[in-house]
């Protein structure tokens, strides 16, 4: 019997956040299935919670990443260069899977509003409400995403080998 699959996205509108660990284990997956391409210097460029398939919660079941011209571009999902209008990179899939995890722990994104634009001022102002915020208490895992979400491109981790 064929594995049934939604989207990590869809998965986390239906049943909310996941498990921390199975939050960590979905992103680190994703992180690894995008380092190949990101060595050929090679970015996704529609990194999202749509862009990732899953079986079930449990890091442990079947997943994949889906490939880009199958998915629209998700503002949501930019990092403040891209909302600037530079082009895909792998800073911004790193950016991406940053926000990704951010989702998987809260069930909510890090950066919303009811416009685009709207959307890209918020992605460049104050950053993200502490994962605390949402029952997750864990140093570890809100520093790596302070890191992540930096608005400076010094501090800011920039490729998914440093995230993970």
């Keep these: 019997m064929a594995t049934v699959m939604e989207t990590l996205a869809s998965w986390i ?12 284990g979905w992103t680190v997956r994703v992180a690894k299935a995008l380092e190949p391409i990101h ?12 862009a990732i398939l899953i079986a079930g ?5 079947d997943g994949a990443v889906v490939g880009t011209t199958e998915l629209s571009d998700a503002v949501a999902y930019h990092c403040p260069d891209r909302a600037r209008g530079k082009e895909p990179s792998i800073e911004s899939d790193t950016w991406a899977v940053a926000i990704i995890l951010y989702e998987s722990l809260t ?3 890090p950066f919303s509003a009811d ?6 001022s918020e992605i460049g102002g104050v950053g993200p409400a502490p994962l605390s915020r949402f029952g997750v208490d864990r140093e570890d895992l809100q ?4 890191r992540a979400f930096s608005l400076s491109r010094k501090l800011r ?8």
């Design 13 to 24: 509108a239906q049943e909310g956040k996941l498990p921390v660990e199975d939050a960590i």
């Design 107 to 109: 069930g909510t994104r």
């Design 115 to 120: 416009t685009d634009k709207q959307l890209l």
């Design 157 to 164: 981790l920039r490729n998914l080998r440093a995230f993970r």
């Design 57 to 61: 919660a449990g890091c442990e079941e």
């Design 143 to 146: 520093r790596l995403l302070d």
């Design 39 to 50: 060595l050929l210097g090679i970015a996704h460029g529609r990194m999202s919670a749509e």
